[in-house]
DNA sequence: CTGAAAGCGCTAACAA
DNA sequence: TTGTTAGCGCTTTCAG
């Protein structure tokens, strides 16, 4: 039963006695009808039979086309890129397509690297979730006439297929949910500012305080490392070193928040009591969580379902001097990591 | 500066005016040594300079090997599988091989369909972490000659290449753990059992009840209709119906429990105080949770790992006549969902 | 409607 | 040490 070679269109054609170019066409779609009905179908049967599939070596080398793509993302073990990747494949799927995984691991030269390799595969596009505020990636795939579309992250180049959220909107929405609680001295734990969700989200944080006129002093906001959770807890302590006074923060992103929540303890101060947090991303399981994080969320199935639109589409179109921006809405989940703000009288509740 | 097509081989050698052969021979590691160190050095400087990669699919035609295997697994949004997949890529990576992802959502014949994809791409193994007890797939794999790898998921066919945990052992330190405790109304919330690993933890439980002389009844005993948090919260709600007085239960996966701590609450009940709960997988972020959860943790990331090593190595040998057997240990992990039992006086908790 | 033949880019056996 | 050549499996133009 173990067949080490793999059935070819020249077995079949030899077996029914008939040319391999007819065995060819009558098992493509769009030139089947070309063909007798009787030969086509006897060819389909024999097909099925001796188990024939196709060889997509030959035919990436013919057609020029692997019907595959490259997605990058930092890294699988963030939560947030789970759904994506499950909607970029969704929609990947229904056109025969699919996809490489590779991982940037937030290092902009392993990117460039996995990129190449991704080429060399003969990918026909790539989904880039990792990119940096300059990124080589962008002008590499453009120089390789190798379509490029850029997930939740935009490059300040410019002229590049993007599908993202709204962050400005996002932060606003946290901000103003803060003040509705009665906080006035709010704190951002930022990401890493070569990210551009991290520059944009404080962006938007100072600007949005700006509009309500309540300025942001610069201790208010400090930078995480990266967008992580081990980072979070770190620049939190720090934060909380120079903000003894401070009601309510909000962190770039919910692992980030994490980190927040590690530091809160150890500083021994609990939230929402002490202080409040909002997070960035909605990742799975928040709700069962011993402090429930309220939290901007993204629609990251959706998102990876638009990008893998966009890059079919200008795959299809050959077109690569054009450029599209999608642009979604993010929404906010209040949970119990925010609450009002409490006029705090005597010593407060740091046991 | 776009270039569509890209760069050959025959571009690089007329560039230099010398063959294209041997153009190939000094850009391949192991024949370089036959070409004159200064053509060595002039291939791969215009190499470097005009950019060329090489066709993978050409490659892939020319020597039979693509140098890609498949992944199939469940589905993405189960925790347990991006480490699996992460610990898989950290061997090929090293080998330079490539991975493509495809998932099974818990069908067989969806699991059928996507194996054959893999192989008309032609990948010279598969990765297989979505076996039923009995599966079509392994035929197929055989009777086309390609390597197969299961993990965490046995077949009763045998004969076949596998890495997975010591799921008995484990299934056994959650019930001593819970007699320690002095719980002796255990009951166990099943997958399907259709499942592997379903199958053998549940007939694990029994066992292990049976070693110390506790039968286990029937109602005891109830199956989810998948490994997911909405079945076992189903379950859960039938169990609760007809056991008002156990006093633990053994999950057969974490997001059974998930779903347990759903009904338990719907329930009126608390955990671990009225019902204690374990778990299997430790999936990420326990810790955080209201209630964490004892668990069996189970190393998912070097299951990914000797998984490749074994598939590279069948790869490489070329006998498929012969498989292997990798068998890892469990560690329970003691959380905030169990407790000892209580001796319930009056009318318990049950508010 | 079907067959013959070329060629995608690469490697390797054989020649020189 | 390098060149010549064949051929991997497929699609497609050009003939018939």
Not at 143 to 166: A, C, E, M
């Amino acid at each position: 039963m173990v067949q080490r070679k793999r059935v070819t269109l020249r077995d079949l054609a030899e077996h029914l006695n008939i040319n391999t170019s007819t065995v060819s066409r009558a098992l493509s779609e769009k030139s089947s009808e070309m063909i007798s009905p009787d030969v086509v179908k006897r060819v389909k049967k024999a097909a099925l039979e001796m188990g024939y599939k196709q060889n997509a070596a030959a035919y990436a080398l013919k057609m020029g086309s692997t019907k595959t793509i490259g997605m990058i993302i930092p890294d699988l073990m963030n939560p947030v890129f789970p759904p994506i990747i499950r909607g970029i494949q969704s929609v990947l799927d229904r056109y025969g397509y699919t996809a490489f995984l590779a991982y940037s691991e937030n290092n902009e030269i392993t990117a460039h690297t996995e990129v190449e390799r991704l080429i060399s595969r003969g990918v026909d596009g790539i989904i880039y979730a990792a990119a940096f505020r300059t990124d080589s990636v962008v002008d590499l795939c453009k120089s390789q006439g190798v379509p490029l579309v850029l997930v939740n992250r935009v490059v300040d180049q410019g002229d590049v297929d993007t599908v993202k959220v709204d962050d400005s909107l996002g932060i606003k929405m946290a901000v103003d949910h803060l003040l509705e609680l009665g906080h006035r001295k709010i704190g951002f734990i930022a990401g890493p500012k070569n990210i551009s969700v991290s520059y944009i989200r404080l962006r938007a944080f100072t600007q949005t305080m700006a509009e309500h006129d309540l300025e942001v002093e610069p201790h208010r906001i400090v930078e995480a490392h990266a967008l992580s959770e081990d980072a979070g807890e770190k620049a939190m302590s720090v934060f909380l070193g120079q903000n003894s006074d401070a009601t309510a923060i909000i962190a770039s992103n919910d692992l980030i928040a994490l980190g927040c929540y590690t530091a809160l303890r150890q500083f021994g101060y609990t939230c929402p009591k002490r202080l409040s947090i909002v997070g960035f991303n909605n990742m799975p399981y928040l709700d069962w969580f011993a402090t429930p994080l309220t939290t901007v969320s993204i629609p990251h199935f959706q998102m990876g379902e638009r990008s893998a639109e966009l890059l079919l589409k200008r795959i299809k179109s050959g077109n690569l001097d054009f450029n599209e921006e999608v642009l979604l809405k993010p929404k906010l989940v209040i949970r119990g990591s925010t609450a009002p703000v409490v006029r705090r009288k005597k010593k407060s509740d740091a046991s």
